[in-house]
Every structure is written in C-alpha cells, then in structure tokens.
C-alpha cells in the first residue's frame, strides 16, 4: 500500500459540478510532456485506488483570484492572456470567468470542497480494473487511520482509502482576493475574522492536518517565493507583490493560532511556497518548540543558504532554463535549501517529494519535453533529490550516526498530481505510483546506493518512502 502527502483529488471535479468524485478507471495515453495541453485526471480517485493509495492527504485548495487578472489592477486578461491561463491551469474559459467576478470566494469555496469530500465518503464504488469494491473516508484521527489498515488486511476485495485533510494557502480562509476598482473586496475579511476562521478550521469534525501558509499571490501576510516560469509570468503579467518578502507581524500571530494546542486541534505549517525569507522567520519563531516542520511537495536546489546574494533581488532565484544551471536541481528558493534540510529533520519533520519535472530538476540535466529516457532515467530524475537529501545529512557534522540515519524517516511522496503539474513521464498519474516504487527499489538496491542505506535494508526504505514515513508521522502528529 502506498501514501502521497499531497494532491488534489477533486481540483478539476469540483468546477465541472460532479456529483460524484469517483471516475471510471482509464489510463492516460497521453505522456506527461504533452500532459498540461491535454487535461486528464492525475488523482481522482478511481486512479488512486489502481495506483493502491491507502493513505491520501488531500490539498484543499480554491485557485486564487489573482491568479486570473494581469497585474493585480483588476484589468481582464485579453484573449491570448486568458488562452495561456486556460493552458497553465487546465482550467475551461468558463470556469476561468467564474474566477474573475466579485462573488468568487475563497472561503465557500473551501467549505464546498470540504463538504464534497464528506458527502461522498463510504460510498462504496467497484473497480473494475481491479474487481474490488472502494471506498474512502475523511479520518478524524490516528485510530480511524488504523481501523483502515486493519479492514484492508483483513478483506481482499474490499478496501478503503484514508483521506486527511490539508489547506494550500492562507487565502481560502478569506484573503488574497482582488480589490475590483480599488475598493475594498468584503470577500477580504480582517484579521479577527481570520483568526476567528481558524478557531472553527481548529474546531471541526473533521481536523486539518497542516496549512500551507502561503501560495503563488500575496496573501498579505506572508511573502511567497517566485513559483511560475517566466514565460507565464511575462504574458500574464503578473504582479510581484509579495515575492520573496517575509512574514508580517500579524501573520506570525496567525500561525501561533493554527499551532495552539489549547483552543482546538493543532494545524501544523506546511512551508511549501513560502519565500526562503519568510521559511527562515518561521523556523525562528518556532526554534525550540518541537514542533514537526512539514514541507509537503517540494524538490531541491542543491545549494547552501550562503550562496544566496543578500543584496537587492534578496533570495530572487536564478531561473536554469534560462541562465543555465550551477547544478542539476532546479535551483529556485521556492526549492529547499541544504540548510533546510537539516532543520526539518531536527524538528522531525516531513519532506514529501513532488514528481513536478520543472520542480525536481533543471533543464540543463537532460531532454525534459519528449519522453527519450524510459522509466529508470524519470525514476532517477525523483531519486536524485533523495539521494541529495540523504547525503546533506550524512555530511552535516552536528549530527550523530543515529541521527544521520533518521533522514530515512523523512522523505516521502508529495506529488502534487492534478495540481497543474506537468509529471516525470512514465509516471503522469497517481496509478503509476507502484512502477515509481519498484523503480526506486531498484535504484536503492544498486551497489552505488548501500552507502546511503547506512545498513538499513533497501525494501524497508522503500516501504518507509512510499507509505511508512507518512503513516508513522500521523501517529505523532494526527490526534
Ligand atoms: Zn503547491
Ligand atoms: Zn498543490
């Protein structure tokens, strides 16, 4: 059985109306170079019970606003503009013109979400590529997660998949919405009813797990790091508000709120999108805490903080496709630095790996666009920022044999599928999640490799990556 830490189930679902969050099996025919030309669902989930996902931490997620005018200004995007955004989000023209008008809000549509995936849980749905009968259910906690385990052990063919609760950015709880004309959009509430929001999010039934603070447009409280390609950004015209800036003094209380244990359930920060800057305030403020740092579905740039120039462009990332790269990641702050590595497994914490092609690594490492490489080649692509992971560790002095190994408890899968990602081909659907295992377990299993096992046993590894790691931090923290 298999674990992803992050993807968007019903992304795509949600905006055509369906009923229904169960889709007829079919294997995509598309390779995932062409993928963001040709929708097709990465992780509903008929696709994930083929791809033998068990436990699924769903990204809640209402697109934002922003991310449907040029410049912030309130100014439509012309033809060609929104043609681009049709083709970079995946989304139609229609839903896209849902987006842009003054009613579209972040919050109701997060409870719509929310509600879709509660009214549809313990429908049962047969499968037929796989004659078993499915179904999932919104956990509550860590015993409901073992009560899952337990019925798809005992029963062959019935099972059921675990769905926790996760939040991608701060603006569905109610920011980040465009002020039409300059005058205030109501849909932007104020901070006390921000924190009031979060009470209720700390509050429900249902429980989230982390909260991606930030995403790709400012919120207002937490500075972002650069997140689209330059060849979007220069025809939509986006506005640099936010980027690379740090965390406000207001959004600081606002975590301190979401962490609380006192007034509900605790909802950890996921780190994913913040800016290097607005990273660094957070792991100041929680220095000491013991509080798990989740990075949900990230890669990494291979560099040291050190090597960023501190001066005006603070933090700005080089863009490798175009200046060509230092080294084979993508080298952009919106990536995790070697630093970053080591902190999040101090804290016992969680790197989920995206299989995003642009995020994983740079152009410069090979042929990116038509699938010339073969499966092992894309596997090796996912397994490079493993392998970079591991061997930040081993290398860092301030930690001790029994420590370093501890890095094998960290990384799992964040794939990030249906989030308008354009996967590793081979690999373009949460099905294929079983061939990226076995590709890894072949990969682990190469003499090359047995010193990075540091003596732990290659299938072990394999299972803690594809679904232990996930689980075994969920008994810790998802209670
Ligand atoms: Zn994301
Ligand atoms: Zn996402």
Request: aromatic share 10%.
């Amino acid at each position: 059985m298999l674990a992803d830490l992050h993807c968007h189930t019903v992304l795509h679902t949600i905006f055509k109306g369906y009923e229904d969050v169960w889709f007829d099996f079919e294997k995509p025919y598309m390779e995932s170079g062409t993928s963001r030309f040709i929708p097709y669902m990465q992780s509903d989930f008929s696709t994930m019970a083929v791809g033998n996902i068990e436990i699924v931490v769903v990204a809640l997620h209402p697109p934002e606003q922003k991310k449907f005018f040029n410049n912030n200004d309130g100014n439509l995007m012309g033809f060609l503009e929104m043609l681009v955004a049709t083709i970079f989000t995946g989304f139609t023209l229609k839903q896209l013109q849902d987006f842009r008008k003054d009613s579209y809000n972040h919050y109701s549509q997060l409870m719509a979400e929310m509600d879709l995936y509660i009214k549809n849980q313990n429908i049962v749905k047969r499968i037929k590529e796989l004659g078993k009968d499915y179904s999932f259910k919104v956990v509550k906690n860590f015993s409901d997660i073992q009560d899952i385990i337990q019925f798809n052990t005992q029963n062959k063919d019935k099972k059921q998949i675990a769905v926790v609760f996760s939040v991608e950015g701060l603006h569905c709880l109610g920011t980040g919405h465009l002020n039409f004309n300059d005058i205030h959009n109501p849909n932007n509430v104020s901070f006390n009813e921000l924190m009031q929001r979060i009470d209720k999010l700390k509050n429900q039934a249902y429980p989230i797990l982390h909260l991606t603070f930030t995403h790709v447009m400012h919120n207002g409280y937490c500075g972002q790091a650069r997140a689209l390609v330059d060849k979007f950004n220069k025809v939509l015209k986006y506005s640099n508000e936010g980027i690379n800036q740090g965390l406000s003094e207001n959004g600081k209380l606002l975590i301190n709120k979401l962490l609380d244990k006192t007034s509900g359930r605790r909802i950890l920060i996921d780190v994913k999108h913040m800016s290097l800057q607005s990273r660094l305030d957070y792991y100041a403020m929680i220095n000491g805490r013991g509080i798990p740092i989740v990075a949900s579905h990230m890669g990494v740039n291979g560099l040291s903080i050190q090597s960023v120039p501190q001066n005006a462009g603070k933090y700005e990332p080089q863009d490798p496709d175009i200046e060509g790269g230092k080294n084979d990641f993508n080298q952009w702050s919106i990536n995790l630095y070697n630093e970053e590595i080591i902190i999040i497994l101090k804290s016992k914490g969680l790197i989920g790996l995206n299989v995003d092609q642009r995020i994983l690594g740079s152009k410069a490492k090979g042929p990116r666009k038509i699938n010339l490489w073969g499966d092992k080649r894309w596997a090796n692509f996912f397994f490079d920022n493993i392998r970079h992971i591991v061997q930040t560790a081993m290398a860092d002095v301030s930690l001790s044999e029994a420590e370093k190994v501890k890095v094998w408890d960290m990384i799992c899968v964040g794939s990030d599928y249906d989030g308008l990602i354009n996967p590793i081909d081979g690999f373009p659907a949460a099905n294929d999640l079983p061939d990226l295992k076995q590709q890894i377990g072949k990969i682990l299993k190469e003499d090359a490799n047995k010193i990075l096992l540091q003596g732990l046993n290659p299938d072990v590894v394999l299972a803690k990556i594809f679904h232990r790691n996930i689980l075994e931090f969920l008994r810790y923290n998802f209670n």
